[in-house]
């Protein structure tokens, strides 16, 4: 609808300078023509102009978020194994020159710098990164596997974000369940 006014607005407008040309000539025939054009160049241009102003004015209403859609607040930013490997990630950091992040977006600690396109594939988490507590350089990520980590799309995710990871330069630890404080103390060692 707006650009139907705007090819009305420069229609309009076009007519007017149109009978401009007209203006040099004395023949009366030619000058009813010239007056009908500028008259009707300037009222299509006033309101065409005046129309949009209007529409420009009245913006839809946008809706913010889908009819029937209803949103809850969470219990926990966290899975009770999540906050236990939380727990026990903290515990063996505690009093290193390492913080513990949990549920990290990608797109918080990796870049997209080519590939072109949009940069969703960085909207997955990670359960954990593991950053310098000084400059908050992300250093490793965890995961934690459980019973969901067996779906087939769900190991495709995973193999996407390693392959990101891998891609990015920042390691990923997968951890699971069963793994005690000794086990995953060990396999810090490796990457920290």
Known sequence: ????????????AVFTALSFLFAGIDQTAVQNIRWTMF?????????????????????????????????????????????TLYRTLCEILMNSRYAVFPQTALVSVIDKISGGGFRTELFRVADFCIADARTF???????????????????????????????????????????????????????L
């Open 39 to 83: 008259v009707f160049g300037l009222v299509l241009t006033v309101v065409s102009a005046a129309v949009l102003i209007i529409t420009l004015r009245r913006a839809p209403k946008v809706k913010l978020i889908p009819e029937g859609a209803d949103y809850r607040k969470k219990r926990s930013l966290m899975s009770a194994p999540e906050i």
């Open 1 to 12: 609808m707006k650009r139907t006014f705007v090819i009305l607005l420069v229609t309009g």
């Open 137 to 191: 350089e992300p250093l490793l990520l965890v995961e934690l596997n459980d019973a969901s980590h067996k779906r087939d799309e769900r190991k495709l995710r995973d193999d996407k974000v390693n392959a990101i990871c891998e891609n990015a330069g920042i390691p990923v630890l997968t951890l699971s369940l069963d793994d005690g404080a000794g086990r995953i103390r060990s396999l810090l060692k490796k990457y």
